[in-house]
C-alpha cells in the first residue's frame, strides 16, 4: 500500500492533536543537586517508609512525584559533583542547558539572584498552595532577597554535637536524669576534656581538621557570635573578624587542639570513623548526620548509645551555625510554560514532603511540622530542640564560598602550621577583605 | 638540502599545504585564536555568569602584580614541579630500565606500574587521602609500631606537598615510563652485543649507550612534565584544597577558584596568561639547553 | 650471559617495588566488595569481609556507568586518531618539504606548547557558548586536538628515518601522499604508539574541560560521572559503589593496555630487525 502525501499529512496532523489534547503527555524537567548518588538503591522505590539518608529520601521524593503527580510531569534527576556543584551550576548559564530546578544553598542565592539568574518563586508559588507564611521566619529571610522569594527553603541544618552517651557515662559526665552534662563556658570545655580523656583513655572531641571542609570554622563563627560579635558587617560589606571576640573564640578553638581534646588529623571521614568507632566522646558535624548515626548505633557499631545535642552554649547568648537548603528554578527564557509548571509543581511536592526531609535529621522549614507530634516523635529531636532559635548564618554576601576557603585556610593553619591565634584572625581579616574588595567594585 | 631550489620549494608548497591545512586549521581555532581572545578578556571585569563584562584596561595586571596569593601559589606551582617532574622521570626512567625486554614477569608489572593511570582523579586523590591518612591510613601504622606519632601528611606544612608529589607520581608514572619503554627498543641491540663482547660494565652500557640513545626521549618526557606538572590541579583541589595555609595552593587552582568560584573570569584569565609566561619561560630554557646538548 | 644473575634480581626488586604500588589498588578492590554501611564505620582491613557484590549489580543495572565509558571511549578514541592523523600529516610536511616560512611556522607550533590548557579554557568555554555546541561530542574532543606536542614529536621522528628509504620512490616520481602512507606511516609505529598513549590517557583523565562543558548527565564521561555519584564532604555515604564504579570503568581500559602492550613490543621488534 502507497502512503500519499496526504495520509501522511492527515497522519502528522492528528498525531499533533492528540498529543496537544493530552495533558498528561510527559513533561521532562532536569534536577541537578548534589547528596550523592543512589540510584543503585532506591531507583524504584516510592515508599517513603523505605528511604533513608539525604541521598535516600531525595531520591524516593523525585521518584514518588514521577509517580504520582497528575499533570504528567517527569523529573531527571542529575547528580551533580559535590566540589564542584556551583561552579557547575553557573557553566550551564553558558552552555545553555540551565536546568528545570536546582538545589542551593541559602548562602549561596545572593550570587544568582543579584545577577538576576533566578526566577522569581513568590507569587509562583503561593498560587500553586504553598503557605510560604508557615516556613519559619529565619528560613523565608534565607531565601528572600530584596522582597522577593527566591527559592523553596527545604530545611534549616546546623552543626550539632553529636555524643557518645556511653563514652560520657564512663567519664561522668551524665546527670541523674540521663541528661548529658555539655561544658558551659570556655575554661569548662577544656578542664572537661581533659578529665574526659583522663577517665576514658579517648578523645573528647571529633572535628574535621584538615583544610577541606572548614567545619571548625563554622565552630568559630558560632563562638563568635555567641560573644555579640560577627565576622562580617550587617551589610555584608566590612570584615571584622579581627576583633576581640574572633581572638576569644580562635584562641579557645587553638587550645582545644594544643590541649589535645582532639585528633588535629582528622579528615571529614576520618572524624564520623573515630566517632562512630567509638573513640570520642562528641562529634561536631551537622544535622545531616543524625540519621546516620542512630543507624550505625542500631546496627552495632562500637557507638552504642547515641544522641544529639544542641551546640552548647559557652559564652553569653546561645548561636550556632547553620545554612538552608532550598530549591531554585533557574532563570531560562527557552523555558515552556508547560515545563515551569512541572518545576513549580515539583517545588510545591518537596513542600508537602517537608517532613520527610526531616527525618535526614535537618530542621524542617514549616513551623506546623516543627510543631507536629510526628516530628516530635522523631528520634532525638527533642535534645536538640533549642537549635531552630539558635541557628545563625554570616550575612548575606557575595562570593560567600570564597569568604568561607579564605576563613578555612588561615584557621586551620592555627593547629596544621602552628600559628597563633593573632595571627590566624589577622589572617582571616585580611584574606576576606580581599574578596569583599573585589565585590564592592 | 643540495637540491633545496625555488622550484622544489613551489611544488613542495603545494602539498605542504595540504598536509598541514588540518592541523593548522585546528591550531588556530582551538589555540591561537583563545589565546587572543584571552588577552582581551583580561582586559575585562567579566564575570562568569550573567554577562556583566566592563573594560578596565590594566587593572587585573595591576592588581596581579600585588597580590600576595598570586605569588604565593606561583611559588608552591615551582615548588611542586621542582620536586615532580625530576622525581617522575627518574622512575619512570629507572622503572623502564628495569621492565624493558621479554617475559612475561616484566609484561606484567608494566600494567601494574600503568594500572594506576587509569584511574580518575576522584578516585585517586579519594584513595591516596585515606592511604595517608594519620587515623586510619596505610602508613600511620607502621609509625605507630616504631611507638612514633603518625604523620599528619596532608596536614602538615612540610609534608603537604611531598604527598601530592607521591600521589601524582602514583598515578602518572605510566605513561612516561611507557615512553621510555618505546625509546628503549629504539636502541639497536647490535650496540648492547658490541658492549657485551667489549665486557662493558652495566653502568658503563647504561651511560654510553643506553642514556644517549634515549636522550630525545629524556627531554621529550621533560618537556611534557614541566608542562603538565606546573598544571597541577586535581590532587591539589581535591587532597588538602590548597591548605594547610595555602602551602599548596597551586596556580591553576587559583585561577579555577578565582573564575568558577568568585565568578572573576577577567582576573582568571590575568592569572592563567602569566602562568603561559612562566611557563614559557621554562621551556625556552628547556629547549635551549636541549638544542646545546645535540650541538655538541 | 653474566647479566642473568643481576637481570633477576633487578625484576625481583621492582616486583617488590610493584606490590607496594598496587597496595591501593587493592584496597579499592576490597572496598568495591564491601557494603557502603560497613565501610561508613571502617575502611581499614584487606578482606573483603563482609563481602557483597551488590555494589557492582548496581553498577550493571543501573546502567549509568556504561554510558559514562561509552562517551570517554568514544571521545578519548576518536581524540586519539585524529591527533594521530594531523600530527603526522604535519609532522611529514615540516619533515620532508620545502616550504615558505617553514622554519617561522615550526617554532609558532612548537610555541604552542607552552599555552597552558587552563590560560584559554575561558575562552574556549565562551567559543562553544556562541556556537551553542556545548553537550556533543565535538565540544569534548575539537579543544584537545591541537597538540603541538603531536607534530613536535612526529617531525622529530620523521627526520631521523634515513632519506635513502624514500629515495627510490622518489626516483620513481611517487607523491608525497603516497610515500607518506606507504614508507613513512609503516615506519613510525613506535612514534605514533607513543603519541597515541599519551594522548588516549589524556584524554581518558580530562577532568575539568568534560566537567564545564558536558554539563548534561547524557553526556557525562567516566571521570565526572564518578565525581557526581559522591555524597556530600565527598566520602562516607556510598563508598563501595563508588569504587565498584571505578574499578568498573578502569578495567576496560586496564585491558586494552595489556593487549596494547603487544604494540609496543611489536615497534621494538620491528626497528630491531631494520
Not at chain 1, 517532613?355 to 535537618?362: C, L, P, S, V
Not at chain 2, 603518625?150 to 602518572?172: C, D, H, Q
Amino acid at each position: 500500500m502507497q502512503i500519499t502525501r496526504k495520509t501522511a499529512l492527515a497522519a502528522s496532523v492528528a498525531l499533533t492533536t492528540l498529543t496537544a489534547a493530552m495533558p498528561a503527555a510527559a513533561t521532562d524537567i532536569t534536577l541537578y543537586r548534589f547528596f550523592g548518588d543512589c540510584e543503585g538503591e532506591f531507583g524504584g522505590v516510592t515508599d517513603l517508609n523505605e528511604a533513608y539518608g539525604e541521598c535516600g529520601i531525595i531520591t524516593v521524593l523525585t521518584n514518588k512525584f514521577n509517580a504520582e503527580n497528575e499533570i504528567g510531569a517527569n523529573v531527571i534527576t542529575q547528580t551533580v559533583d559535590w566540589g564542584a556543584y556551583y561552579d557547575l551550576l553557573s557553566a550551564t548559564y553558558s552552555t545553555g542547558d540551565m536546568p528545570d530546578v536546582a538545589v542551593m544553598h541559602a548562602s549561596q542565592l545572593v550570587n544568582f539572584t543579584d545577577r538576576n539568574l533566578m526566577t522569581p518563586l513568590g507569587n509562583k508559588l503561593m498560587e500553586a498552595g504553598v503557605d510560604v507564611d508557615d516556613w519559619a521566619d529565619a528560613a523565608r529571610n534565607n531565601v528572600t532577597n530584596n522582597g522577593e522569594i527566591y527559592a523553596l527553603p527545604f530545611d534549616i541544618h546546623a552543626i550539632l554535637f553529636h555524643v557518645n552517651v556511653g563514652l560520657m557515662k564512663e567519664a561522668g559526665f551524665v546527670n541523674e536524669d540521663g541528661s548529658v552534662r555539655l561544658p558551659s563556658s570556655p575554661e569548662e570545655l577544656i578542664l572537661m576534656g581533659k578529665e574526659f580523656e583522663e577517665k576514658t583513655g579517648q578523645n573528647y572531641i571529633a572535628i574535621e581538621s584538615q583544610s577541606s571542609e572548614g567545619m571548625a570554622v563554622r565552630m568559630f563563627d558560632a563562638f563568635v557570635w555567641q560573644q555579640g560579635g560577627d565576622v562580617l558587617s550587617a551589610d555584608g560589606k566590612e570584615a571584622t573578624i579581627d576583633s576581640p571576640e574572633g581572638l576569644n573564640a580562635a584562641t579557645l578553638i587553638k587550645q582545644m587542639y594544643d590541649e589535645g581534646l582532639t585528633d588535629s588529623g582528622l579528615d571529614y571521614g576520618g572524624a564520623e570513623q573515630a566517632f562512630i568507632g567509638g573513640r570520642a566522646g562528641i562529634l561536631v558535624n551537622g544535622t545531616w548526620g543524625v540519621n546516620n548515626y542512630a543507624t550505625q548505633a542500631e546496627n552495632g557499631a562500637e557507638l552504642q548509645e547515641y544522641t544529639a545535642l544542641d551546640f552548647p552554649t559557652l559564652y553569653e547568648q546561645p548561636a550556632t551555625f547553620s545554612n538552608s537548603h532550598s530549591w531554585t528554578i533557574p532563570m531560562d527564557e527557552s523555558r515552556t510554560p508547560e515545563e515551569e509548571e512541572a518545576a513549580i509543581a515539583f517545588l510545591k511536592f518537596l513542600d508537602d514532603n517537608n517532613f520527610a526531609w526531616a527525618m535526614t535529621g535537618h530542621l524542617p522549614v514549616h513551623t506546623s511540622v516543627i510543631e507536629s507530634e510526628e516530628f516530635a516523635a522523631l528520634p532525638h529531636r527533642s535534645d536538640f530542640a533549642a537549635t531552630p532559635s539558635m541557628a545563625r548564618g554570616i550575612p548575606a554576601v557575595k562570593n560567600e564560598r570564597g569568604i568561607y576557603d579564605a576563613m578555612i585556610s588561615e584557621f586551620t593553619a592555627m593547629w596544621l602550621a602552628g600559628t597563633s591565634p593573632e595571627d590566624a584572625v589577622a589572617g582571616m581579616q585580611s584574606g576576606v577583605e580581599r574578596i569583599l574588595r573585589r565585590n564592592n567594585r | 638540502m643540495t637540491n633545496r631550489t625555488p622550484q622544489r620549494m613551489r611544488r613542495d608548497g603545494r602539498a605542504a599545504l595540504i598536509f598541514l591545512a588540518p592541523f593548522l586549521i585546528i591550531y588556530c581555532v582551538f589555540l591561537i585564536f583563545p589565546l587572543f581572545k584571552a588577552v582581551f578578556i583580561s582586559f575585562h571585569d567579566w564575570e562568569l555568569a550573567g554577562g556583566y563584562r566592563e573594560w578596565i584596561g590594566f587593572f587585573n595586571y595591576e592588581d596581579l602584580w600585588y597580590d600576595d596569593y598570586f605569588w604565593k601559589a606561583l611559588g608552591n606551582t615551582m615548588r611542586f614541579a621542582a620536586m615532580a617532574v625530576p622525581s617522575m622521570t627518574i622512575l619512570a626512567l629507572l622503572l623502564a630500565l628495569g621492565l624493558h625486554g621479554h617475559g612475561r614477569v616484566r609484561a606484567v608489572l608494566r600494567s601494574v606500574f600503568f594500572s594506576s593511570s587509569v584511574f580518575s582523579v576522584t578516585v585517586v586523590t579519594l584513595v591516596w587521602q585515606m592511604v595517608l591518612s594519620p587515623d586510619r591510613g596505610l602508613i600511620a601504622p607502621i609509625f605507630r609500631s616504631m611507638g612514633m606519632e603518625p604523620i599528619n601528611f596532608l596536614g602538615s606544612v612540610e609534608w603537604a606537598m611531598p604527598s601530592l608529589v607521591i600521589a601524582t607520581l602514583w598515578w602518572g608514572v605510566g605513561l612516561p615510563m611507557a615512553l621510555f619503554l618505546a625509546a628503549l627498543g629504539q636502541i639497536p641491540d647490535e650496540l648492547y652485543e658490541a658492549a657485551e663482547l667489549d665486557h662493558a660494565s652495566r653502568w658503563s652500557t647504561l651511560r654510553y649507550i643506553t642514556l644517549p640513545g634515549i636522550r630525545h626521549t629524556v627531554l621529550l618526557v621533560l618537556v611534557l612534565q614541566i608542562v603538565g606538572q606546573f598544571q597541577i590541579f586535581g590532587q591539589a583541589q581535591l587532597m588538602t584544597k590548597g591548605g594547610p595555609a595555602n602551602t599548596t595552593l597551586t596556580l591553576v587552582q587559583y585561577i579555577y577558584n578565582t573564575g568558577f568560584r568568585d565568578w572573576q573570569v577577567g582576573y582568571a584569565t590575568t592569572i592563567a596568561l602569566a602562568l603561559f609566561v612562566v611557563m614559557a619561560g621554562f621551556s625556552m630554557l628547556q629547549l635551549w639547553l636541549g638544542r646545546k646538548g645535540d650541538d655538541q | 650471559m653474566r647479566n642473568r644473575f643481576s637481570d633477576r634480581l633487578i625484576v625481583v626488586a621492582v616486583a617488590l617495588f610493584a606490590v607496594v604500588w598496587l597496595i591501593p589498588v587493592v584496597w579499592v578492590l576490597v572496598m568495591s566488595f564491601k557494603p557502603d554501611e560497613v565501610l561508613m564505620r571502617s575502611t581499614a582491613g584487606f578482606l573483603p569481609v563482609p563481602f557483597t557484590i551488590e555494589n557492582y549489580a548496581r553498577v550493571m543495572t543501573v546502567a549509568k556507568v556504561p554510558n559514562w565509558l561509552m562517551h570517554s571511549v568514544i571521545v578519548s578514541f576518536l581524540m586519539t586518531f585524529i591527533v594521530l592523523v594531523i600530527s603526522s600529516m604535519a609532522g611529514y610536511a615540516f619533515a620532508r618539504l620545502d616550504f615558505p616560512f617553514k622554519r617561522p611556522l615550526f617554532v609558532l607550533v612548537v610555541a604552542g606548547l607552552m599555552v597552558p590548557e587552563q590560560a584559554i579554557f575561558i575562552p574556549l568555554h565562551t567559543m562553544f557558548a556562541d556556537w551553542g555546541m556545548h553537550n556533543t561530542h565535538t565540544a569534548l574532543i575539537t579543544p584537545r586536538l591541537a597538540v603541538p606536542i603531536g607534530v613536535f614529536l612526529m617531525t622529530q621522528f620523521f627526520r631521523s628515518i634515513p632519506r635513502e628509504l624514500e629515495e627510490a620512490a622518489r626516483l620513481d616520481h611517487a607523491s608525497h601522499a603516497t610515500i607518506f602512507l606507504r614508507i613513512m606511516l609503516p615506519l613510525s609505529v613506535p612514534a605514533l604508539t607513543t603519541l597515541g598513549l599519551f594522548t588516549f590517557i589524556h584524554g581518558w583523565n580530562d577532568y575539568l574541560w568534560p566537567l564545564v562543558s558536558a554539563t548534561s548527565k547524557d553526556m557525562y564521561t567516566v571521570t565526572v560521572g564518578l565525581a557526581s555519584i559522591q555524597g556530600n564532604f565527598g566520602q562516607s555515604e556510598g563508598l563501595g559503589t563508588l569504587m565498584a564504579s571505578a574499578v568498573f570503568a578502569s578495567a576496560p581500559i586496564m585491558l586494552l593496555f595489556v593487549i596494547f602492550q603487544r604494540f609496543i613490543v611489536a615497534g621494538v621488534a620491528m626497528s630491531a630487525g631494520k
